[in-house]
């Protein structure tokens, strides 16, 4: 495990896990060339479909819905029709921040920001009316016993799914879907709510992968407004103080288990080994408890997997079931991890 080779850019997905070298500018051209591919699948979906008018996106103020909404504004500037490339993003993709009870200014100012820097038509439009509806309603089907907070996180995510699909049937839109790999690989996002869609094309993207190429567009494209997303700590904000990282682990040791384990197919002790000399700091029983639990929760999730919307395929890592990877749904050795 020791001489497993450490990517110098500190991304296995970016290098592949090979030290292959070449300098920044080969960083930079690698994130370029996925920026293109991703740009160019939105939009040949769009288009060979026939059947859409718009692109939408339920737009958070985090880093996923933005490069979701990055990648459909390009691809409608290079759709086919009348029109300069900006109008054509004003007429064909339309964004909504669906402001729930614990969503912060920060996060509407940056998806608000993005959308005016992009020229795509944005609207905040609140969810809480539904959200103490349902939330009264689950209490009664329960017989009086409040709603636990799992139930109450999935209720807002639920809610705001229920209205992109109800405004996509108006409108003869196109849901993009923002999960990201590292998301689906541990389940964190929640069925019948943010998984509801038509294209899911960040699904094979990690999310530090992600970070990498907002950083990269920022700087290619000119996009100030990205620089704000990039500043916000990843949150659901579907919970107080709620942040990803601090429901799962850093996304750094997510993505290496990731690759690791799902692509590479290194025993646990291996993949131990690796985290140890890439991650020296975390200490190796912080290092120990990240893996259990990555490994439970990668286990304990296939059921979500099996139910992916429509994905598009960048990289090497294919999680979806249907096209892809198949993993048993129970396993009978699974023990209860935290």
């Known amino acids: 495990p020791g001489e497993y080779p450490l990517p110098e850019t500190g991304s296995f997905f970016l290098e592949g896990g090979d030290r292959r070298g070449g ?14 591919a991703l740009v160019l699948g939105v939009r040949d979906y769009f288009h060979k479909a026939g059947v859409f008018r718009k ?6 103020g985090g880093r996923d819905s933005a490069l979701a909404l990055l990648a459909a504004a390009r691809a409608a500037a290079l759709l086919p029709g009348p029109g300069s490339p900006r109008e054509k993003v004003a007429r064909c993709v339309e964004a909504r921040y ?37 939330r009264a309603a689950m209490e ?40 990201n790999l590292s998301e689906v690989a541990v389940g964190y996002f929640t069925t019948g709510g943010d998984n509801q869609g038509g294209f899911s094309p960040l699904a094979d993207i990690p999310k530090t992968l992600i970070s ?27 919970a107080p103080d709620q942040t990803d990282e601090g429901d799962l682990m850093p996304y750094e040791v997510l993505d290496d288990i990731l690759y690791l384990y799902a692509l590479k197919k ?12 890439k991650h020296p700091r975390a200490g190796k029983e912080r290092l120990q408890a990240w893996l259990k639990r990555f490994l439970f929760l990668f286990d304990a999730n296939q059921w979500k997997r099996e139910q992916s919307p ?17 993993y048993p749904v129970l396993k009978g050795d699974r023990k209860k991890g935290k």
């Not at 907002?214 to 579907?238: D, Q, V």
């Not at 290194?266 to 000399?277: C, F, H, N, S």
Request: proline residues 6%; hydrophobic residues 50%.
């Open 140 to 179: 009664e089907m329960a017989g009086g016993a409040p709603p636990s907070p799992l139930a109450l996180q999935n209720a807002q995510a639920r809610i705001r799914g229920a209205m992109m699909l109800g405004w996509a049937n108006t409108v003869g839109g196109l849901i993009l879907v923002t999960s």
């Open 310 to 326: 429509v994905a598009l395929k960048l990289l090497y890592l294919d999680l979806d079931p249907k096209t892809g990877f198949r």
């Open 23 to 36: 300098g920044p500018g080969a960083v930079e051209e690698a994130l370029d060339q996925l920026l293109d």
């Open 98 to 134: 669906l402001s729930g009870p614990f969503s912060s200014a920060a996060t509407l100012e940056a998806a608000r920001g993005l959308c005016a820097e992009l020229g795509v038509p944005f609207a905040r439009v609140s969810i809480e009316k539904e959200f103490d509806l349902v």
């Open 266 to 277: 290194l025993r646990p002790e291996e993949i131990l080994g690796v985290l140890e000399a």
């Open 212 to 238: 990498r190429m907002l950083e990269r567009a920022a700087k290619r494209w000119g996009i100030g407004s990205l620089e704000k997303i990039l500043e916000l700590a990843p949150s659901a904000e579907l």
């Open 55 to 60: 692109f939408l996106v339920a737009l958070s």
